[in-house]
Every structure is written in structure tokens, then in C-alpha cells.
């Protein structure tokens, strides 16, 4: 305000002045008091017009500049307030106190701009928005992660990868819309509910099982006193004998197959601790040398990088891969050049996949494996892959069938390098 009127009374001064010379000389010329001092002072009048133009347009110049600077979004200016005149020393303090103040404004919307971000990158779902020309502003890492993409620019690419990914994983999708300035535009939430089906499938299975179980075991378990009650009497006949013997070795087989069944509603929550996951694999390779050499099995091993570490349950995940190494040896029984290669690499998260040329399994059982109770095996008991399954997702993993097809198996797991409380 102060500089406005200092503009102003300047702009008045120097009009005046300029009035007075001018009509002074005029006066003198009109008159003939004065012809050469009357044109003198007309001379004046243009000079003094000449200077307060130069004055406007240096005050006009810096303000457009500034302007133009404001519209770039350059906020980098300072206008010196030294070796000036009053008026441009109180006009470059003003543009500097609105600089600060934009530059202070701008500070403030890139923390909260950041703020946002850093709180979408904590939610779960994977959040996508992009305007009406179908440009992306914003997708958080958890919807490239399940789009399984580095970066997404425009909407035709999401709607490609969502149509890729729409068959290989469970998600669920909800679309809103919002105006904002006068613009649309739209989100888009992306959830994978797999992990929660398979909680869901693993609670239900638990529960059955623990059901089963207890009545199976408090059924069998008299006919088993029974039978070796009765066999301790002496006047029984040799048939009879036979026969009850065959009763206790079949109620003990179903007694033992109903024990191995309670791993899967009583399987203990990993007793995590930090260790090596390659000499882990480096003891476990040492352990089945023997086995593979007997079935001519051709076995390598490869790190990447060489020395990697994990947080988790060793005797647990040692458990899964042994598992899933026997299954392999079992597939491959009867072939000639029979191979299985452990591929492991860690980036942000540590990669397992147990590699087999064997003839692979039919696609419309490769889900059915993880259920408990089935097997592709004659005298299997459907236990192992439904254990090894629950024990990876304990450790906030996954267990999965990357690729199967004949002469080329490969079971995966995903697991993190720590686990979360």
C-alpha cells in the first residue's frame, strides 16, 4: 500500500513538473516575454516526459518479468534492494516478500503433495488415477506390483495389463470418478483377495481336520486297547489271533495316518530367527547327494547373489524345499537323465524356484495339489504340498506353480527377506 502511493505521488510530482515547464514555456512563447527560454523549457517538459516513461517502463519491465517468472514457477529471483533509488528499492522489497511468500506456498504443497504419496504408497489396494484424456497421475507401488509393471503413463496400457492379469490372479476392482477443478477425474482400487481366499480355504480345512480327527482318533483309539487286551488271553485260537492282530496293524496305520493329518490344524507359528538360506540349501543338496546319484538324478544349485540371508523358521522352510525336492525325485523316477535345479535370487524379496524336466502335471490338477487330502500318487496321502503351502504363507509367502508342462516343472517360492510382527 505504502508503495502505491509512493508511485502514485510520484507519477502526480512528475506530471505536475511537467505541466509547469511545459506551460511556462508555452506562456513565454505565446507572450514573446521569452521565445528562446520558453523553448528551453518545452525542451524540458520532453525530457522530464522521456524520464518518468523511462521510470514506468522500468517498473513495468520487472513486474512482467516477475509475472512471467510466477508463471514458469521460477522462484530462484531476488531484485536487489541496494545502489537503487527509494522507489525501485521499495518495489524490489515488495516483489522479494511475494517471491518468499510463493516460494514458502510452493514448499508447502510439495510436503503435502509428498505426504499423500508416501500415505497411498502405505495402503494396501493399489490406487490408480488418471483425467479425462486418459493420462495416469497417480499408481502407487502395490497396483504396479499387482499389474506387475515398472511404470504406467496412459489408461489403454492398464487396460491391457488388466486384461493379462485378469486370468493369472484373483482381483477385485472398484471405479469412482470426481470433478476437480472443473476436470474428471477417475480412480481406480485394485485389491488381490488371493491371500484372503486362501486364509479363508485354510481356516475351513483347519477346522475339518481338527473335526476329523478328534473323532477318528477317539474312535480307533479303544478298538486299539481293545485288540491288544485280547490278544493277551491265552485261549484264543490262531484264526482269531490273526485276525486281531491285522485289527491293531490297521487301526495303528490309521491311527498314525490320522496323527500326520493334525500338522494341519496344529502347525506351530515359525520360530523366526535370522540365517543363511544358501547354506541352508548347500546342507540339504549334501543330504540328498545320495538319493540323486541312486536315481540318476543330475542336481545344481545356484545363488544369485552367493551368500543370502532370511528371516524365518529354518527347520520349516528346510521341511518345504525337502519336500518339494522328493516330489521332484518322485516325478522323475524311472527317467534316464532326470535333472532338478534350485534357482534362488533376492532383490526386494527372495525368489525359490525348484526346477524339474519331468512330465509335469495336468493343468486341471495343478490347483487341486495345494488341497489337503489329494494326491496324484497311488499310496500318497495328500499332506506334504497342503503343509508346505500353509508353513510359506506363515512366513508371508507364496507357494505356487509358476510353469508346468511336459519336461519342464518349476515350483516357486516368494518370500520376504523379514518377516512383519
Not at 540349501?281 to 549334501?286: G, P, Q, R
Not at 520349516?316 to 535345479?341: E, R, W
Request: one cysteine or more; a neutral charge.
Amino acid at each position: 500500500m505504502i508503495l502505491n502511493q509512493r508511485i502514485y505521488f510520484t507519477i502526480l510530482f512528475y506530471i505536475a513538473l511537467i505541466l509547469l515547464t511545459a506551460g511556462s514555456g508555452l506562456w513565454m512563447i505565446l507572450s514573446h516575454t521569452g521565445i528562446i527560454i520558453g523553448s528551453v523549457f518545452i525542451f524540458c517538459s520532453l525530457f522530464q516526459i522521456k524520464l518518468l516513461t523511462q521510470k514506468l517502463n522500468t517498473f513495468n519491465r520487472k513486474i512482467q518479468f516477475f509475472l512471467d517468472s510466477v508463471q514458469d514457477k521460477e522462484n530462484m529471483l531476488y531484485f536487489s534492494e541496494k545502489h537503487v533509488d527509494k522507489d525501485q528499492e521499495m518495489l524490489h522489497r515488495s516483489l522479494n516478500r511475494i517471491n518468499d511468500l510463493l516460494a514458502k506456498a510452493k514448499s508447502d504443497i510439495q510436503k503435502q503433495e509428498y505426504f499423500y504419496r508416501s500415505l497411498l504408497e502405505e495402503v494396501p489396494n493399489g490406487i490408480l488415477a488418471w483425467d479425462s484424456s486418459g493420462k495416469i497421475l497417480v499408481a502407487n507401488s502395490t497396483a504396479l506390483s499387482l499389474l506387475e509393471c515398472d511404470q504406467l503413463t496412459y489408461y489403454y496400457q492398464l487396460e491391457q495389463l488388466l486384461q493379462k492379469n485378469e486370468s493369472r490372479q484373483k482381483l477385485t476392482i472398484s471405479k469412482s470418478s470426481m470433478t476437480m477443478k472443473g476436470e474428471k477425474i477417475t480412480l481406480l482400487s485394485i485389491k488381490d483377495i488371493s491371500d484372503e481366499l486362501s486364509d479363508k480355504e485354510n481356516e475351513s480345512w483347519n477346522k475339518l481336520t481338527h473335526v476329523l480327527t478328534h473323532e477318528i482318533m477317539n474312535t480307533i483309539t479303544p478298538i486299539v486297547s481293545l485288540s491288544q487286551t485280547l490278544l493277551n488271553y491265552q485261549n484264543i485260537g490262531e484264526k482269531a489271533t490273526r485276525g486281531l492282530r491285522i485289527i491293531q496293524s490297521q487301526s495303528e496305520r490309521l491311527m498314525e495316518f490320522t496323527e500326520s493329518f493334525r500338522h494341519l490344524s496344529y502347525l506351530p507359528h515359525p520360530n523366526r530367527k535370522t540365517f543363511s538360506l544358501s547354506t541352508l540349501l548347500c546342507n540339504l543338496k549334501e543330504l540328498m547327494q545320495t538319493d540323486f546319484k541312486a536315481n540318476n538324478i543330475n542336481f545344481s544349485l545356484s545363488c544369485t547373489p552367493a551368500s543370502i540371508n532370511i528371516e524365518g523358521d529354518e527347520n520349516q522352510l528346510s521341511q518345504v524345499i525337502l519336500n518339494l525336492l522328493k516330489n521332484a525325485m518322485q516325478a522323475l523316477d524311472g527317467m534316464q537323465n532326470g535333472a532338478i535345479h534350485i534357482r534362488v535370487q533376492q532383490t526386494n524379496r527372495i525368489t525359490i524356484n525348484v526346477i524339474d524336466n519331468g512330465p509335469g502335471i495336468l493343468p486341471e490338477l495343478q490347483e487341486k495339489v495345494f488341497i489337503p487330502f489329494f494326491s496324484t500318487k497311488a499310496e500318497g496321502m495328500g499332506i506334504g504340498l497342503s503343509l508346505c503351502r500353509q508353513i510359506i504363507r506363515l512366513h508371508k509367502g507364496h507357494l505356487l506353480i509358476e510353469e508346468c508342462s511336459s519336461g519342464k516343472t518349476v515350483f516357486t517360492i516368494d518370500l520376504p527377506t523379514t518377516l512383519t510382527q
